[in-house]
């Protein structure tokens, strides 16, 4: 009699410890459903790279673009530098930071980047999402610029 009840008692208790262990499984992949859709981190404010326009002779003039991987800024990741038709230049993140993915440049200057992953569209223009097709897509990161004509300097800045 008493081993029928230590073993009625241990299925009881192993019962509870399957049972959490089913919940923790379960907890766990909603959790993990949550940290796909977290957002990286915006790149750190202070930092500056100075870049110079004579070596880059494809931005001389106003209506082009690169793309450019340079120390300090966006973490390393690429950025998209443009001259604009004003003569003003303009750089933003060349990743969209819904899930990190690449974008497709437009072949206008007043076209949309198109996200690779989940085709979230963005304005060339000013970075900022048109259409993020459902999901949570922040704005392209943009950074602040201070050009000097006299040496061909554009000074990059993480604000
Ligand atoms: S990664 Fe760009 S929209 Fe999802």
């Known amino acids: ?12 208790n192993t019962g509870k410890v ?3 262990g089913m919940f923790a499984a379960a907890f766990g992949t909603v959790v ?15 930092e500056s790279y100075d870049l110079d326009l004579s070596l880059h002779p494809e931005l001389s003039s106003p209506g082009t673009h690169k793309v450019l991987r340079l120390d300090k800024v966006n973490g390393g990741d690429p950025v998209i530098v443009k ?10 993140d060349a990743i969209c930071r819904h899930q990190t993915c690449n974008v497709e440049l437009p072949d206008t200057s007043d076209g949309l980047m198109v996200c690779l992953c989940h085709q979230a569209t963005f304005s060339f223009t000013d970075g900022k999402v048109v259409d993020n097709k ?5 704005d392209m990161a943009v950074f602040r610029t201070e050009y000097d004509s ?3 300097l554009l000074t990059i800045i993480n604000d």
């Open 134 to 138: 459902g999901y949570s897509v922040p």
């Open 83 to 92: 001259h604009n038709a004003d003569g003003t230049f303009f750089v933003m």
């Open 32 to 46: 993990n459903s949550c940290e796909q859709d977290e957002l990286p981190p915006r790149p750190k404010p202070g």
């Open 150 to 152: 006299s040496k061909k």
């Open 18 to 20: 399957a049972g959490f």
């Open 1 to 12: 009699m008493k081993n029928n009840s230590n073993r009625r008692e241990f299925l009881k």
